[in-house]
Nanobody, 127 residues
C-alpha cells in the first residue's frame, strides 16, 4: 500500500519555475515506477512525465519535453517535478501516481498502469 501527497503547487508567472514534490508512504515506493499527470479544466488527464524505479530512465509528454524534469529520491520516498519556462497552457491540477504492480510493463504514459494516486496540487500560470 502506497499513499501519495503532492505539494508545491501555486501561482506563477509565465516563464517562471515551480517544483512539485510527491511524498510517498509505504514500502512499495522504492520498487514502483512513478509518474506525473495533469488535468486542466475541461480536459482529459494527460501524461506529463514518468520515471523508472532506479531513476535512470525518464519519459516526458511532448508538450513539456525540454522544460520539465522528473526525478526521485528513494531514500526520501519522494518524487519531484521541476517545471521551468512555464506557460499558461501548463495550468492544471497535477497528480502524482505510482505503478506498484511488479509485473506490469509498458510505456509510462499509460494511465491504467498506475494504481495509486495523490490528491493533486494546483498549478496556475498567469500570462
Amino acid at each position: 500500500q502506497v499513499q501519495l501527497v503532492e505539494s508545491g503547487g501555486g501561482l506563477v508567472q509565465a516563464g517562471g519555475s515551480l517544483r512539485l514534490s510527491c511524498a510517498a508512504s509505504g514500502r512499495t515506493f522504492a520498487s514502483s515506477v512513478m509518474g506525473w499527470f495533469r488535468q486542466g479544466p475541461g480536459k482529459e488527464r494527460e501524461f506529463v512525465a514518468g520515471i523508472s524505479v532506479s531513476g535512470r530512465s525518464t519519459s516526458y509528454g511532448e508538450s513539456v519535453k525540454g522544460r520539465f524534469t522528473i526525478s526521485r529520491d528513494n531514500t526520501k520516498n519522494t518524487v519531484y517535478l521541476q517545471m521551468n519556462s512555464l506557460k499558461p497552457e501548463d495550468t492544471a491540477a497535477y497528480y502524482c501516481a505510482a505503478r506498484t504492480a511488479p509485473l506490469y510493463s509498458g510505456s509510462y504514459d499509460q494511465i491504467p498502469s498506475y494504481d495509486a494516486w495523490g490528491q493533486g496540487t494546483q498549478v496556475t500560470v498567469s500570462s
